[in-house]
């Protein structure tokens, strides 16, 4: 082994690998094409032609001071090292018969080609294709069919011109021989595996010399001491300067023999025992963020003791060896130990220090994946979709969680898109578990961010928050459902005036188009639409009722909604003042008039008023529904009135009026007495005008008190997407059979689900087609009772 610790010297040059060359060469050796290539940084050589006649060769003959330079070019197959011999001369000629200009010619020779250093090869065969002159001629390397061999003395005379070398260096003496030409002499030694050989034989040599240096201070017991130090010094100056010009010669056995053979190998056993008993002892010991900061340090440590004093090529196993037994045989057990706790807390730094030190190990990022989903979908399961409790904040939590774990991918995980895809694949899966819930309840959550009165965000906020409803969405399978309770809230926020923003609504709308298609936001696209035409039919009716000089102080609003796109509303029929009325059969005989075969039909539960009241403290203004203002016009009649009063004279249904009554009295803006005074309405309440009412507004809203969506009102909705389904299934069925007229069960099956785009169980599917059957539009085959065949 070479002394360590002292400057590496460069290696000699290695030999200059060729490139492929391409040229053109004439029938009578002429020059067709010049190219330039660059041998090493001090020698260039301009390799003109490539001659593939033999009679080339003889035109060295016409000089007899020709000079040539010999170079090794080898071509490197992926298998051995497979050896071209290329001779290229650079000749003058003083001879008149030869040209006074320098010609440069490469020759490939095919037979052998003898080298400096003894080496003997056998040069490929280099094929010429044939063609006319001046085309393109492509040189083709073939492989050597077998690995060359050494020529039988060629071990022996190379070892002495090495032994002659070595004693030059250790004499301090002129060497003999080129040094790159004994670098190569020991690369084909060490090639052809007489490595441990060469190293014995060198091994004798330095002892035997340094024996030599030892006995000379035996000779001279009795020098001074600071005499006898300084000798000792310069002998080993003298000694390091020998060994790294000699290691220079025999580098490539240094690092291919030496240095593996005797160093790297134990090396690498040691450090594996080493790491796998710190492995198994600092799991134990450490918690997972503890243990991840010092296996970084280990992979830090190690890399910079290859750089310190190891050779490059020990990095990659000595890497590999921490690797696999800090992290490699230890995946598992981290990721179940620590991988939860991290994720709870949000570690962001250790959660990103833990995928890059997974990523170094085969099968890690795999196993983190695996783990992640497992915790992703157990959160989505049963923290937050199957429990019931959590409904009110299901769709919030949803949110919340899907921008901690997108933040946890985008800025730990690099974005693996294997990780974006498992995570999309979890969302999905889960929040579909609990079927139709997670659709109405997004519809609700949509609801109660567009609604008028909602100041948690602007608009921007309020676009941001939108698109990323979008993206829960789009996990839905029941987009159906959602369709119904969506367009059921936003009725009410068109009618009653109660949307936050027109250009978020639209909004809203366009990504549901985008995302849905044009027929699932084709009803709400008409939502908007009535509206529009409704503004433009009160204004010719404002005009109507101008031209006609009809007299009144109420000034009525009609909204025409088409019985198609609008939610089916139960109709209520209370007793209206004789003005309204009036009024409602004028508005009945103008629109009429203009759209014959027409049919209006009034909904009352969806009307509101603006009255004008005065109390002592002044006049006021109030913002009620049309059932309030049927109450509150009574005491114009009447100082008190019993709830049974009210309800005859108003006609409207009781659940209703009792609502409309404790709106009244007993919310935040009271403007009637109750007596006796409770929160809830009873039997023989008595209800008087509150004269002393006072409020620092003058326009007051007095909001109707909503009845909370009962069970049943719940499962009619459900149970109108339901029948829907069936039409679709029962359409798309049809369909199908009439394009096909035959088809299998299996088959017409699978085609249905190809072409609906919620889920149906197998067994309401056999129900539709058992339907259809008995409806005659399709039949059993007769032979085979598994085939259904199209009735036309």
Not at 88 to 116: P, Q, R
Not at 692 to 718: G, P, W, Y
Request: charged share 30%; glycine share 4%; hydrophobic share 35%.
């Amino acid at each position: 082994m070479f002394p360590t610790g002292l400057p590496s010297p460069n290696p000699p040059p290695p030999t200059q690998e060729a490139r492929t060359v391409a040229s053109d060469v004439n029938n009578d050796s002429s020059i067709t094409s010049s190219k330039k290539r660059k041998i090493n940084s001090s020698e260039k050589e301009d390799i003109d032609s490539i001659s593939s006649s033999p009679k080339t060769t003889n035109s060295s003959s016409c000089s007899s001071t020709s000079h040539h330079i010999q170079k090794k070019l080898r071509f490197e197959d992926s298998v051995d090292f497979i050896g071209l011999d290329v001779k290229m001369a650079e000749e003058s000629s003083s001879s008149a018969s030869c040209s006074s200009n320098k010609t440069k010619t490469m020759f490939l020779t095919g037979g052998v080609v003898h080298h400096a250093n003894g080496l003997t090869k056998t040069a490929g065969s280099a094929t010429f294709s044939n063609s006319k002159p001046g085309a393109a001629k492509k040189l083709v390397i073939k492989n050597f069919k077998e690995k060359p061999k050494l020529p039988e003395n060629y071990t022996h005379e190379t070892w002495q011109k090495l032994k002659e070398a070595v004693e030059a260096i250790q004499n301090s003496t002129s060497i003999k021989y080129n040094l790159e030409e004994l670098y190569q002499a020991v690369e084909n030694l060490c090639s052809h595996k007489i490595s441990a050989k060469l190293y014995k034989q060198l091994r004798v040599v330095c002892e035997d010399h340094i024996k030599a240096q030892i006995n000379q201070f035996r000779e001279y017991p009795f020098l001074h001491v600071t005499l006898f130090l300084k000798k000792i010094d310069k002998c080993w100056q003298d000694h390091c300067r020998q060994m790294i010009m000699i290691r220079s010669i025999f580098l490539f056995l240094d690092r291919t023999y030496i240095y593996q053979d005797s160093f790297e190998q134990r090396f690498l056993e040691e450090t594996n025992r080493l790491y796998a008993a710190e492995g198994q002892r600092l799991m134990q010991e450490r918690e997972v963020p503890e243990y991840l900061h010092h296996v970084h340090k280990r992979l830090e440590e190690e890399a910079d003791r290859v750089i310190t004093y190891l050779d490059q090529s020990t990095q990659k196993p000595l890497i590999a060896t921490v690797e696999k037994q800090l992290l490699g045989e230890h995946l598992t057990a981290t990721l179940q130990k620590g991988l939860n706790h991290l994720l709870d807390e949000n570690r962001i730094q250790d959660l990103s220090l833990l995928y890059q030190l997974f990523s170094r190990v085969r099968g890690g990022v795999q196993v983190c994946l695996q783990t992640s989903i497992y915790k992703t979908r157990k959160i989505i399961h049963c923290t937050i979709v199957i429990n019931p409790e959590k409904d009110k904040t299901m769709v919030q939590e949803l949110l919340d969680f899907k921008d901690k774990v997108d933040h946890i991918i985008d800025t730990c995980f690099m974005k693996n898109e294997k990780f974006v895809n498992a995570m999309k694949e979890a969302f999905e899966t889960f929040i579909n578990k609990r079927p139709n819930k997670p659709a109405e309840l997004i519809a609700k959550h949509v609801d109660s961010k567009l609604r008028a009165g909602n100041k948690e965000a602007t608009d921007e906020e309020l676009e941001k928050m939108l698109d990323k409803i979008m993206i829960i969405f789009r996990f839905i399978y029941g987009k159906d459902v959602f369709e119904a309770f969506y367009k059921k809230d936003l009725a009410k926020r068109l009618l009653v005036g109660k949307s936050a923003s027109v250009d978020a609504e639209k909004s809203m709308l366009s990504k549901l188009k985008h995302e849905c298609g044009a027929a699932f936001t084709s009803k709400l696209e008409g939502m908007f639409k009535d509206m529009e035409l409704s503004k433009d039919i009160m204004v010719q009716f404002k005009q109507y009722i101008q031209c006609q000089n009809i007299p009144g102080n109420i000034e009525l609003t009609v909204n025409i909604l088409t019985m198609g796109y609008w939610p089916t509303y139960i109709p209520m029929e209370v007793h209206l003042p004789a003005e309204m009325v009036r009024l409602q059969e004028i508005f009945k005989t103008f629109y009429l008039g203009k759209h014959s075969g027409r049919k209006l039909q009034w909904q009352s539960t969806l009307g509101h008023c603006v009255l004008k009241a005065e109390f002592k403290e002044g006049k006021k203004e109030l913002q009620v529904s049309l059932f309030q203002t049927l109450v509150l016009l009574m005491f114009n009649e009447g100082e008190e009135f019993t709830l049974e009063e009210i309800k005859l004279a108003t006609g409207i249904e009781d659940g209703e009026l009792r609502r409309t009554l404790q709106s009244l009295a007993c919310g935040k803006a009271r403007v009637i007495h109750k007596v006796p005074k409770s929160k809830d309405v009873e039997d023989g309440d008595k209800f008087s005008c509150n004269d002393d009412f006072k409020h620092k507004l003058f326009r007051i809203k007095i909001n109707q008190i909503q009845m909370k969506e009962t069970v049943e009102e719940q499962a009619s909705t459900t149970e109108r997407v339901y029948q829907d389904r069936q039409y679709q299934i029962d359409a798309a069925i049809v369909r199908i059979m009439k394009m096909r007229k035959t088809l299998s069960h299996n088959l017409l099956v699978s085609e249905v689900y190809n072409q609906l785009k919620f889920p149906v169980k197998p067994a309401d599917l056999k129900k539709r087609i058992e339907s259809l059957i008995d409806r005659d539009y399709m039949e059993r085959d007769k032979e085979n009772p598994n085939q259904y065949n199209y009735v036309a």
